[in-house]
Structure formats: C-alpha cells, structure tokens
C-alpha cells in the first residue's frame, strides 16, 4: 500500500545533541512538508520541499534543518539550537505545490521529547 | 495570518448536529479540511476550492464563502467515530499549495 512512514514513533532527545526524524513516502509525490504540532496550536510549517535537492523554510524554520537528496525521502534534523523541541512532528506530502486541488496525506508522526 | 476556528471544543450526544466554522483575514484560494484522532495522523476531508461551493461526504458536508474568507463544517446525525479535532487549513493567493492550519476544534460524540 503507498503512504507516508515516520520513524521512530517516539524520540528522546539530550541536551546539546542533534536528532534526525525520518520521513519516507511511496506516493510518488513531489511535494514534501513537516509540521510541528504542539497542544492546542494546530499545524505549523517548519520545511517543504516542492522538488527534489530544493526546499524552503516555513513559518518556524529556526532550529531544524532538512534535505531533500531523493523523491522519497525528506528528514528532518532538530538541532541543539532549537531550545524547545518536545512537541509532535507531522511529515506530509503532495502531488505537487502550486496545486490546490490537491489533498496532503500524512504519516502517523514522531513524538519528540528531551531527556 | 492563521485563520481561526469556532468553536475551540463542542460535545454532542449521538445523532447530534455541529457546525465548525474558519475564518481568514486573507483573500482565500481554498479551504482543506481534516479530522485528527489523538495521537494518529489527520484525516483529509474534503477540499473547498470556489466562492459558495459546498461538498459532501456522507453526512459531513462543507461550505466556502469565497467573500467572506470564511468557510463551515457541518456534521449531521453525529456518529461516535465522528469524535476527534478538526482543522481548516487555507491557502491564499500567491502560496497555493502551502496551507495554514487553524488551532482545531475538538468535537467529543456521546453515547
């Protein structure tokens, strides 16, 4: 079946250490996002990534890094300068961006927490 | 810039009516709707792409008013799998493809 795997389901994080979220996707879509959602706050765009070796920051790029070296594949690395990490993270993809008829499909996300 | 929801949480008894509403301050292109279950990944709904258009989906339908930049969810005859928050996400004019979502409303079905 295509979809979206996140991996691991759950992450503990150290003070001072970098972590890497997975995101993979059989969709064959262009267009990937991660979002960080914390309670009550809704969806909130951390990356995208219309095309592959190409992405753009979103509304709170600060502290997390990505790449984009494959069509499939789209990680996510919190860095040690992101202060407040603890929150669910949320991988999605498109067909393509610059589409609006186009639904995101997500993956089950990956609950970081610090140590 | 982020469009706010209505209301923030609403509990119905079985066969119960909602209606969730979204609302921009920006000129919309479409209106996404989700359904998220606690810990699990949200739900596509349905997309609102043209002013007035209203879509169904068995007993959830939806509204966009393309003039107002507002658009509504209703659920009708609430089954408990309906339980769960639902997000808007909008997309304005200029960054079509890239939504904003609002804060949810949780919705709670009873018995």
């Known amino acids: 079946d295509g979809g979206i795997t996140q991996s691991p389901k759950y992450l503990f994080r150290k003070e001072g250490q970098n972590v890497t979220l997975s995101c993979e996707q059989n969709?064959?879509?262009?267009?990937m996002y991660w979002y960080r959602q914390d309670p009550g706050q809704g969806l909130r765009l951390i990356y995208y990534?219309?095309?592959?070796?190409?992405?753009q920051k979103g509304d709170i790029a600060e502290g997390y890094s990505v790449s984009r070296e494959k069509k499939e594949s789209f990680p996510l690395t919190v860095t040690s300068a992101q202060k407040n990490p603890t929150a669910f993270y949320l991988c999605?993809?498109?067909?393509?961006?610059?589409?609006?008829?186009?639904?995101?499909?997500f993956g089950d996300g990956t609950r970081l927490s610090i140590l | 810039q982020q469009p706010v929801q209505s209301p923030q949480a609403v509990i119905l008894r079985e066969g119960e009516d909602a209606v969730i509403n979204c609302s921009s301050s920006?000129?919309?292109?479409?209106v996404h709707w989700y359904r998220q279950k606690h810990g699990e990944a949200p739900v596509f709904l349905m997309i609102?792409?043209?002013?007035?258009e209203q879509k169904g989906h068995e007993k959830i339908s939806a509204s966009f008013n393309e003039k107002k930049q507002q658009s509504s969810l209703y659920l009708t005859a609430s089954q408990l799998s309906y339980s769960g928050t639902y997000f808007c996400?909008?997309?304005?004019?200029?960054?079509?493809?890239?939504?904003?979502f609002g804060k949810g409303t949780k919705l709670s079905v009873k018995p």
């Open positions: 999605a993809s498109s067909i393509s961006t610059g589409i609006s008829n186009q639904p995101q499909h």
């Open positions: 609102l792409l043209k002013g007035g």
């Open positions: 996400g909008t997309e304005s004019r200029g960054s079509q493809g890239n939504l904003i």
């Open positions: 990534s219309q095309i592959v070796n190409d992405f």
């Open positions: 969709l064959n879509h262009d267009a």
């Open positions: 920006k000129a919309l292109y479409s």
